[in-house]
């Protein structure tokens, strides 16, 4: 059974600091892996995704992920962080044999310091 | 090209009833997923509907079912309802490939069981 574990369920990081949150995930073969932002009362907006080839994603807003196969993990970081990055970050896996089910991480949330 | 929408937005239920979401997906879309999320247990994968037809289900009671219609808009029913059922109930679509599409979600609906 796939699995998603966000290891960090808040972090703090002030605005313009750079900002890394952590996703190990369980699965048997190759996962597809994605991450996601909720704001408050909002719904979930898709960052980032990776399926194959380069380990390295970039998404939107400025934000990329490592693929990291030996160490189970798909990591996602900011260089510069702005006070419009506080929310909650999901990270999920899904696989070809799940269907479309995604499997989320429990989710870190992310405040922003002036 | 106008996103995922669900209706209603909030929702507010006494224990023992039932209730009916609705879920359009974005135009073209064929695939829709439901996911409820709780405080406590976090994103959770309820089904997935695919031509009308159930194409996957996660762990959950009996009491709750969904549907799709030919236009690939679909609703879920929860009957019964306990106070455990209160959450943000989110609906998902996609193209169709399994495992390899991305999946975009709605805002969701928030369900308070009273």
């Known amino acids: 059974a796939q699995s998603v574990t966000q290891p960090d369920i808040h972090i703090t990081v002030s605005e313009g600091a750079s900002l890394e949150l952590r996703c190990n995930y369980s699965y048997g073969a190759t996962p597809y892996l994605f991450w996601y932002v909720q704001s408050p009362g909002q719904g979930l907006q898709l960052l980032l995704k990776y399926f194959s080839g380069d380990t390295l994603v970039q998404g939107i807003k400025g934000f990329e992920a490592e693929f990291k196969r030996s160490q189970s993990s798909f990591n996602l970081r900011k260089p510069s962080v702005h006070w419009s990055d506080a929310a909650e970050y999901f990270c999920?896996?899904?696989?070809?044999?799940?269907?479309?089910?995604?499997?989320f991480g429990g989710g870190t949330r992310v405040l922003v310091k002036p | 090209k106008a996103g995922v929408t669900q209706t209603p937005r909030y929702l507010i239920k006494t224990r023992g009833q039932q209730v009916t979401l609705s879920c359009s997906p974005i135009s073209g879309h064929r695939s829709v997923s439901w996911y409820q999320q709780t405080p406590g247990q976090g994103l959770q994968f309820l089904f997935e509907y695919f031509s009308e037809t159930q194409r996957n289900k996660g762990n959950f009671p009996g009491r709750f079912s969904g549907r799709q219609f030919s236009n690939s808009r679909s609703e879920m029913n929860v009957s019964t309802l306990e106070l455990g059922d209160s959450a943000l109930y989110l609906c998902?679509?996609?193209?169709?490939?399994?495992?390899?599409?991305?999946?975009?979600f709605g805002p969701g609906t928030r369900l308070t069981v009273l």
């Open positions: 998902a679509s996609s193209f169709a490939k399994p495992g390899t599409d991305t999946q975009y």
């Open positions: 999920a896996v899904g696989a070809r044999a799940a269907g479309n089910k995604l499997t």
